[in-house]
């Protein structure tokens, strides 16, 4: 089984550094020096970890044969993907990956349909599901148990209890204020 690890962002310097947003519990087993990773695009990889190390609160890696920053941007927006047995998945309950989440449909609790899971962004206060809906447009909604109240994998869907204003139509949104 194929786990998304990190995200590859700007250089870093001159001598072929990359920022990574990381997006595995496990950076240090996952991103240590020494692991070969496969890449999306796969014309970019394999990639396997040189070095390293936190800078300003951030992650930088360097990879073998990587020695400058031209080849360093040429990097920029890969995902680095690692090969997990299918033994490690998460063992709570309410604990997933992302591929796990990835396109899962997204209804209220009472069946209304919202979209699908297109995205996750993971921000330091909480991970968000970006939703697409029918339409086209995208919602984002804040994955914390108050909101996503039952995440079934099963029937490929998240069950939510939004807030009002939430995933409101802003029109709507508009006109519930103009009303006395």
Known sequence: MQLVVARIGRAHG???????????????LRLGPGAVLT???????????????VHSGRLLLRFAGVTDR?????????LLIA??????????????YDH?????????????EIGRITEISHLPSQDLFIVERPDGTEVMIPFVEE?????????QKAVI????GLID????????????
Request: hydrophobic share 30%; no cysteine.
């Open 14 to 28: 001159l001598r072929g550094e990359v920022t990574v947003e990381v997006r595995t519990d496990e950076p240090e």
């Open 39 to 53: 890449t999306e695009p796969a014309s970019t990889g394999p990639l396997t970890i040189e070095t390293g190390r």
């Open 70 to 78: 031209t080849g360093a941007d040429a990097l920029r927006n890969t």
């Open 83 to 96: 090969e997990i047995d299918p033994e490690e998945l998460p063992d709570g309950d309410d604990e997933y």
């Open 100 to 112: 796990q989440l990835m396109d899962l449909d997204v209804v209220t609790e009472d069946g209304t």
């Open 147 to 155: 909101i996503v109240v039952e995440i079934d994998l099963q029937e």
């Open 161 to 164: 209890a939004p807030p009002p």
């Open 169 to 180: 139509d802003r029109a709507d949104v508009a006109s519930d204020r103009d009303e006395p």
